[in-house]
């Protein structure tokens, strides 16, 4: 069925093939669903570009995670009325996280005349027949069905040559109280490892240096396969692949990260030294009210087990400021593990009401400007644990995978080490997507200096 969508769009546009520009919001996951679309728009006959004022079908591929994310998609969509008035031919489609919560796609419906179709997560193999529909002149589609298995196939249009993202599993079961992730993504569905792994294979022949394990929680990998252990499995099969190549993956639950998957880290020499474990608060009370299921002497445990093997071990987190009811206490909480476990970077966001979560039906005393305050203390300190932290490469050599010209200072290129450091050295465009050994030579707070040896 999805094929004769596909045929008859070609049809009707052969003879006037389609600008199409796609552009993607929020995780990792939604910009790799986001190069699927691509894909599926290429395989359509579209024309990809990068200019959405020279397009002729635009979709905005949509994140829900916080409100200021989805405030910026409306003031996105908003200031797009001009281009449709320009170009009244123009077809516009939004996709994505935000458009699998029903009451988006109503407001979408009924107050952005501009938008002509609105399809879920889960339907974006209905886009071939949105878009038909859209050039027979139908009025607003939707679809935002529940899952068909479209994700898992398409062949992505991917926006580097030698950084790819692969998703072992979709949506998420933990449902953490503040968080909308479960209700716009579903339950968890894993990929066959076989799958992963032909498709990884795949990439390094192609020349790809970094591959990105996508999950939201890549530690219950394969649960829903019935299997055990089955992300630490996957790691060892993905190391034994021939080739020059890093292995990276995110997001590791701080609940589900076994002694296994750190023994198996340590032991692959193709996966890459440094762990994601979002810690979200230091409080087990707040942890207790956001159903993270462990304690903070839990992950502390963790922490120790993986600094045992490797005191310099690099890790980085996710932390919620400002959760309902955050007391002094509990933000202190907070303060003390990031000075106890030095994260070399944290991301660090301010509670955002979801509605349909848990947390939004929580009493708040907590206001704003205590909220915004917490944010700017706890920024300060982790500035000064990152600035302390990094003078531990000086001196040191580092593996880094060259990712594009400094921005900063001029005839120097930028890249990430193993341990998702950032190092920047004196070198040209011609060192970009190749791997580089640098020795450091001077640390700051948010990269460290090096030459190349
Ligand atoms: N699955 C990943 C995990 O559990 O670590 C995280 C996925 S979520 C897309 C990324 C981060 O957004 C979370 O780790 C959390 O810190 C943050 N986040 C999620 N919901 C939020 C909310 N309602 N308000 C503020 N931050 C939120
Ligand atoms: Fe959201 Fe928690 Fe799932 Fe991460 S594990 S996506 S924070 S519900
Ligand atoms: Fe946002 Fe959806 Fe990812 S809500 S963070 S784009 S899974």
């Not at 993202?165 to 990929?191: A, K, Q």
Request: aromatic share 8%; proline share 2%.
């Amino acid at each position: 069925m999805k094929n004769n969508y596909i045929e008859e769009f070609v049809k009707m546009t052969v003879d006037t093939p389609k600008k199409a520009y796609v552009r993607s919001f929020g995780c990792q996951l939604n910009i790799s669903d986001g190069e699927k679309i691509k894909g599926l728009l290429k395989s359509m006959g579209c024309i990809l570009t990068d200019d959405e004022n020279d397009a002729d079908i635009i979709i905005l591929n949509t994140c829900a995670v916080r409100e200021n994310a989805e405030d910026r998609v409306f003031g996105i969509v908003g200031s797009m009325k001009k281009l449709k008035e320009l170009k009244p031919s123009l077809i516009i489609g939004i996709s994505g996280c935000m458009t699998a919560q029903e009451h988006i796609a109503e407001k979408i419906k009924k107050s952005y005349p501009q938008v002509d179709f609105v399809v879920g997560t889960s339907a974006l193999s209905s886009i071939p027949r949105l878009l038909s529909e859209c050039l027979k002149g139908q009025k607003f589609g939707v679809d935002i069905s529940e899952y068909d298995d479209f994700s898992q196939e398409t062949v992505q249009v991917r926006d580097s040559s030698f950084k790819a993202s692969v998703p072992i599993m979709f949506g998420c079961n933990n449902f953490c109280t503040y968080c909308i992730v479960p209700y716009v993504r579903g339950r968890e569905r894993s990929r066959r490892q076989e799958d992963i792994v032909s498709e990884v294979k795949k990439l390094v022949q192609n020349g790809y240096k970094e591959i990105m394990l996508l999950g939201q929680n890549v530690n219950s990998y394969g649960n829903d396969l019935g299997e055990k252990n089955a992300f630490p499995k996957l790691l060892r099969a993905l190391d034994r692949i021939e080739g020059d190549f890093i292995i990276r993956f995110m997001s590791s639950h701080p609940k589900d990260a076994t002694k296994e998957l750190i023994d198996t880290i340590f032991e692959c020499d193709k996966v890459a030294k440094h762990l994601h474990l979002p810690l979200q608060s230091g409080s087990s009370d707040v942890l207790h009210r956001m159903n993270r299921r462990y304690t903070a002497e839990k992950y502390l445990e963790t922490v120790d087990y993986i600094r045992s093997k490797d005191p310099d071990f690099s890790l980085t987190t996710d932390l919620i400021v400002g959760f309902p009811n955050e007391t002094d206490k509990d933000f202190d909480a907070t303060l003390d593990i990031i000075k106890r476990v030095k994260y070399d970077n944290i991301y660090s966001f301010i509670y955002s009401k979801r509605s349909g979560t848990r947390a939004a039906e929580m009493d708040d005393a907590t206001t704003d400007d205590v909220k915004s305050q917490r944010m700017r203390q706890l920024l300060e300190v982790q500035r000064e644990i990152s600035s302390e932290n990094y003078r531990r490469f000086v001196g040191r050599k580092m593996r880094v995978l060259v990712d594009d010209i400094s921005k900063k200072r001029e005839g120097y290129v930028t890249g990430k080490s193993n341990e998702f450091i950032i190092v920047e050295f004196e070198g040209d465009k011609s060192l970009i997507g190749q791997f580089a050994d640098v020795e450091i030579t001077d640390a700051m707070n948010w990269a460290v200096l090096g030459r190349m040896i």
